[in-house]
C-alpha cells in the first residue's frame, strides 16, 4: 500500500472517528420537527378536488436508555482529560456518567466517574478508591474486615479522619467495636458506581465527623441503558459473578444489581470469604431534579490471617501461615435510603433520609502470648447497630450588590445510632470472659450555612461555617461472673475457682454531651486566564472519639500493684482539627492537567492503634505539613498517564510523660538486657504516618478492541513507634490488566495483581508481643532463669509485626449485555480479537 494511500486511509478513519466522537457528545438530544407534504382529495358540490398539505410532526428526545450511542474512536483533543470516562473501560454498553462539576472550589479535589474507577485493576473493593491521588487502601486481617487506609500522613486505621459515604449514608460507625470511624466498603460494588467526589481536608460545610483528612462521597447509578452479567475466576479460589439491570416500572425506572464472591488466598489456613451482596433502586427524574429510594443487603464471613512478627520468620515460620487459625469473622448489612431532589433558576433543594442495621463479629489475636500465656490472646470484638439520620439542604441563587452571582446555602444533618459492643477475651472463638459488654445510643445535628459569591470574573469566594451538637448515654452491660478474673494473693493466674473479678461495668456507665463551632473559607482566583486557577483554603475539622471515652472512669482490662481499680482520665467527645491549603490548578499545556497543594494540618488528639487491646488510644495532637502534585496526561485517545504524589512530615507535639516512665522501667538492669528500651523511648514520630505515597498509571487503548492498564503504587518506610527505632518496609507493587472489547458490549479481561512478586508487607506495625519460641517468653513464665522485670513482660519482645502482600495471582473477567430477549441478542465474533489489519487494498 503506497504512503498516499496509507494517508487517504487514515484520514478517512479520523473523519469518521470525530464524527463518532461528536454523536457522542451530545448528551442531550435536541426536540426534531419533521415536515412533509401530504396530498388531501375530498369531493363536494359533485366534483372531486385534491389539494397539497404542508405540516409537521414533532418527535421527542429519547430517552437517555434508548439514545444508540456510536462507540468512541478518538477524543476531542478540548476534552482528552475525559476520555477514559467517555470510553467505558469498565462495561460493555454506554453509560451516561455525570459530567464533573464546572468549578472545584480546592485544587486538591477530584471527581472520578464510574468508568475512570473501574479502569484500574483493584484487588479488593475498597483498593478502587485508590483513584483518589495520595491514598493507599491495604488490608491485614482477611477479606471482610474494613480496610486500612493511609492519606496525608494519617494512619486512618480503619477510617478514623476520612468520612465515608455511599448515597448520602455515612460509613464511618462511631463507637464501635472494633475502632472508632469504623468504615467498612467491602460491601461497596465499582461496577454500579455513578462517581466518586474526593475532597481533601474540611473545607467544605458539608463535611463534618471524621473529615480531617478528607471526604469521599460515592454514589451509585439510577439506571443503566443495558444490562450487564460478568463473571470472574482466578488463583487461589476466587470467584465471582456480577449483573446489574434496569427496567422501567410506575413512571421512573427500576435499577438492580448484585455480587457473589469467594476466595481462598494463599494462606494456609483459606480465608474461605463467602460474600453475597445486592442493590434494589426505583427513581424517577434526575439526580437534581428527582427523587429515589434505594434498598441494599450484604453479607459476608471469612477466616483471617493476621500479621505475624517478623522475627518468625527468621525462624522458618511460613510467610503465609497463621498463629491462631481460628481468627476470622462476619458481617452484615441492610439499608433502606431515600432521596427528593428539586432545581429551578432560582433555588436548589435536597432531602435526603437512611435507615441502617449491621452487625459484626470479629476474632483477632495480635500479641499472642503476652496477656494470657496459657490461654492465648484471642478476643472477641462485637457491633450491633442501627443508624437513622437525614440530611436537607436549600440553596437559593440571587445577585448580591445587584451583579454579584451569590448562592447561599441553610442545611441541617442529623444521625443516631443504637449500638450495642463489647469486647470479650476468647479461645477458638468461644469466649471466657467479658471485658466490655455496653449499651450506647449516640446522637447528632448540625446546622451548616455557606456563602459563594464571584466579586469579579476571577475572583470567588465562599465563607461559612457549621455547628455540630453530639449527645448520648452508656449503659454498662457487664454483670459481675462475666467480668475478668483478678489473680488473687497466693493463688495462681485464671484459676476458674478466683472470686476476685474486674468488674467495671456500672462504674463507667454515664451521659455526655459537646459541642463545636467549625468555621470554613475558600478563595478561588483565576488571573490570567481560564486554564490556571489558584485556590486557599482554610476550614476547621473534628473526629468524635468513642463515646465510652467520655463516661468511663476506670480501666477495664488492667488492675493496680494493690490489685485494686486504675483509674483513667475521661476524654471529650469532639476532638478539632484545623486544616488550610494553598494550591494551583493548570491546562496550560495542552492536553495536560496538573495540580499542586501545599497543605498543613493540626490536630488536638491522635487516635493510634494498640497492639495488646487491639483497639485504638487517643494520644496527644500532631502538626503535619505535606506537598500534593497531581498529573494527567492524555496525548492521545488511546494513552493516557496518571503521576501523583504525595510527601508529608508529621510529627507528634509535646511530651509523652506516660512513655518515658515507661521507658525509664525498661532501662532498669533486669530489663536492660532485654532491648526494649530501644523502640519505647518519647518521641515525637508519629506512629505510621506515611512520609510519600506515590502512584504511576498508564493507559493504553479505546473503546473498542485491545486495551491495557498498569498500576505502580509506592509507600516509604514510615516510623513505628515515637522514638522512630522500629520503621516499616517500603512497599511497591504492580498491577496490569489485559483485554478485549467488541462493539456487541462483550469483554474479556486478565488482571495480573503484584506482578513482579513483591515480597514486602501490605501492613505493618510496631509493638510488643509473645511466642513460646521467645527466650524472654520462657524467662516471663519461670522456665528460664534470667532477670526481668513487670514492665519488661508486659511490654513484650519488642518488634516489627506485619501482614505480607499476596503472591502474584491472577483473575479472568468475561462479560456482556444482559438481554432476556433473544431475538435481540447480537451474535459474537470470537476470532475478532486475533484478526490482523490489512495494510493493502
Given at each position: 500500500m503506497s504512503l498516499n494511500g496509507s494517508l487517504r486511509v487514515s484520514a478517512v478513519a479520523l473523519i469518521a472517528a470525530l464524527a463518532a466522537s461528536d454523536a457522542l457528545a451530545q448528551t442531550k438530544l435536541p426536540t426534531i420537527m419533521v415536515g412533509h407534504v401530504h396530498a388531501v382529495t375530498h369531493s363536494h358540490g359533485g366534483k372531486t378536488h385534491t389539494h397539497t398539505l404542508y405540516h409537521t410532526h414533532v418527535i421527542p428526545a429519547p430517552r437517555a436508555a434508548d439514545r444508540v450511542v456510536v462507540p468512541v474512536a478518538v477524543a476531542d483533543a478540548n476534552d482528552g482529560f475525559d476520555s477514559s470516562a467517555q470510553q467505558n473501560t469498565a462495561l460493555g454498553p454506554r453509560i451516561d456518567y455525570p459530567a464533573p462539576p464546572k468549578e472545584m472550589p480546592s485544587s486538591s479535589e477530584r471527581f472520578f466517574t464510574g468508568g475512570q474507577v473501574n479502569t484500574i485493576p483493584s484487588f479488593r473493593p475498597g483498593e478502587a478508591l485508590e483513584v483518589v491521588p495520595g491514598l493507599a487502601v491495604t488490608q491485614h486481617s482477611g477479606e471482610g474486615k474494613a480496610n486500612q487506609y493511609y492519606l496525608r500522613g494519617f494512619d486512618l486505621d480503619h477510617g478514623t479522619d476520612l468520612a465515608l459515604y455511599l448515597d448520602a449514608m455515612p460509613l464511618n460507625m462511631r463507637t464501635h467495636g472494633h475502632g472508632q470511624g469504623y468504615s467498612d466498603a467491602n460491601f461497596v460494588i465499582p461496577e454500579m458506581l455513578a462517581y466518586v467526589d474526593a475532597r481533601k481536608g474540611p473545607y467544605n460545610v458539608e463535611d463534618g465527623d471524621f473529615s480531617n483528612a478528607g471526604t469521599i462521597r460515592m454514589q451509585y447509578l439510577r439506571k443503566v441503558p443495558q444490562g450487564v452479567f460478568s463473571t470472574t475466576g482466578g488463583a487461589f479460589g476466587y470467584g465471582r459473578v456480577f449483573g446489574m439491570k434496569s427496567w422501567e416500572f410506575a413512571g421512573g425506572d427500576i435499577f438492580g444489581g448484585g455480587e457473589m464472591s469467594t476466595y481462598d488466598g494463599p494462606w494456609i489456613v483459606p480465608n474461605q470469604a463467602r460474600k453475597i451482596n445486592g442493590v434494589l433502586r426505583w427513581s424517577t427524574g434526575e439526580e437534581n431534579n428527582g427523587a429515589s429510594i434505594t434498598g441494599m443487603a450484604y453479607a459476608n464471613r471469612w477466616n483471617s490471617t493476621d500479621q505475624v512478627p517478623l522475627r518468625a520468620f527468621d525462624l522458618g515460620f511460613s510467610r503465609w501461615g497463621s498463629l491462631n487459625a481460628s481468627d476470622g469473622g462476619d458481617t452484615t448489612r441492610f439499608s433502606l435510603s431515600g432521596r427528593w431532589a428539586q432545581e429551578t433558576a432560582s433555588y436548589r433543594t435536597k432531602v435526603e433520609g437512611f435507615a441502617m442495621h449491621s452487625t459484626l463479629n470479629l476474632f483477632n489475636d495480635f500479641t499472642y502470648f503476652l496477656a494470657n500465656p496459657v490461654l492465648g490472646d484471642q478476643f472477641r470484638q462485637f457491633d450491633r447497630r442501627t443508624m437513622i439520620g437525614g440530611n436537607a439542604y436549600h440553596t437559593l441563587k440571587f445577585n448580591l450588590l445587584d451583579d454579584k452571582e451569590s448562592e447561599l446555602k441553610f442545611g441541617f444533618q442529623s444521625r443516631y445510632d443504637d449500638i450495642r459492643l463489647g469486647l470479650q477475651d476468647s479461645v477458638q472463638r468461644v469466649a471466657y470472659d467479658t471485658v466490655r459488654n455496653d449499651h450506647v445510643g449516640e446522637g447528632s445535628i448540625a446546622l451548616l450555612t455557606d456563602l459563594k459569591t464571584r466579586w469579579t470574573p476571577w475572583l470567588k469566594t465562599i465563607v461559612g461555617a457549621r455547628w455540630d451538637y453530639y449527645w448520648g448515654s452508656n449503659q454498662g452491660l457487664q454483670n459481675y461472673w462475666d467480668s475478668p478474673l483478678i489473680p488473687a494473693f497466693g493463688q495462681p493466674d485464671f484459676d476458674p475457682t478466683n472470686p476476685f473479678r474486674l468488674w467495671t461495668g456500672p462504674a463507667n456507665s454515664g451521659a455526655s454531651n459537646a459541642q463545636l463551632l467549625s468555621p470554613k473559607a475558600s478563595v478561588i482566583l483565576n488571573p490570567f486566564d481560564d486554564k490556571t486557577d489558584f485556590y486557599l483554603n482554610f476550614g476547621r475539622g473534628f473526629h468524635s472519639n468513642d463515646f465510652r471515652a467520655t463516661t468511663q472512669r476506670f480501666a477495664a482490662n488492667e488492675i493496680g500493684d494493690d490489685l485494686g481499680y486504675v483509674r483513667v482520665p475521661k476524654n471529650g467527645l469532639l476532638s478539632p482539627s484545623t486544616g488550610a491549603e494553598v494550591g494551583v490548578k493548570t491546562r496550560a499545556i495542552d492536553k495536560l492537567e496538573s495540580a499542586a497543594t501545599l497543605f498543613f494540618i493540626q490536630t488536638a488528639q491522635e487516635n493510634i492503634f494498640e497492639g495488646d487491646s487491639g483497639n485504638t488510644v487517643i494520644a496527644r495532637g500532631a502538626d503535619r505539613i505535606g506537598v500534593e502534585l497531581s498529573n494527567h496526561y492524555r496525548p492521545l485517545s488511546w494513552l493516557a498517564f496518571e503521576g501523583d504524589v504525595t510527601a508529608t512530615h508529621a510529627r507528634f507535639r509535646g511530651y509523652d510523660k506516660e512513655q518515658?516512665?515507661?521507658?525509664?522501667?525498661?532501662?532498669?538492669?533486669?530489663?536492660?538486657?532485654?532491648?526494649?528500651?530501644?523502640?519505647?523511648?518519647?518521641?515525637?514520630?508519629?506512629?505510621?504516618?506515611?512520609?510519600?505515597?506515590?502512584?504511576?498509571?498508564?493507559?493504553?487503548?479505546e473503546a473498542t478492541g485491545w486495551f491495557a492498564n498498569f498500576k505502580y503504587r509506592y509507600i516509604a518506610p514510615r516510623a513505628l513507634t515515637q522514638d522512630g527505632f522500629l520503621k516499616s518496609p517500603a512497599i511497591g507493587t504492580v498491577n496490569g490488566r489485559l483485554g478485549y472489547r467488541w462493539k456487541e458490549g462483550w469483554k474479556l479481561q486478565l488482571d495480573v495483581f503484584n506482578m513482579f512478586n513483591s515480597r514486602s508487607m501490605q501492613i505493618a506495625y510496631g509493638y510488643g508481643s509473645m511466642l513460646p519460641t521467645d527466650p524472654l517468653f520462657q524467662a516471663c513464665i519461670g522456665a528460664i532463669s534470667a532477670p526481668t522485670t513487670d514492665a519488661v513482660c508486659s511490654t513484650g519482645q519488642m518488634g516489627v509485626v506485619g501482614h505480607p502482600i499476596e503472591k502474584p495471582s491472577w483473575r479472568l473477567t468475561f462479560g456482556g449485555p444482559l438481554d432476556f430477549n433473544p431475538a435481540t441478542t447480537k451474535g459474537l465474533d470470537l476470532t475478532e480479537p486475533f484478526q490482523l489489519v490489512k495494510f493493502w487494498e
Open positions: 518515658a516512665e515507661l521507658f525509664v522501667d525498661l532501662l532498669q538492669p533486669d530489663a536492660f538486657q532485654w532491648g526494649a528500651w530501644q523502640s519505647n523511648a518519647p518521641g515525637n514520630y508519629l506512629v505510621n504516618a506515611t512520609p510519600i505515597i506515590a502512584t504511576g498509571v498508564l493507559e493504553l487503548g
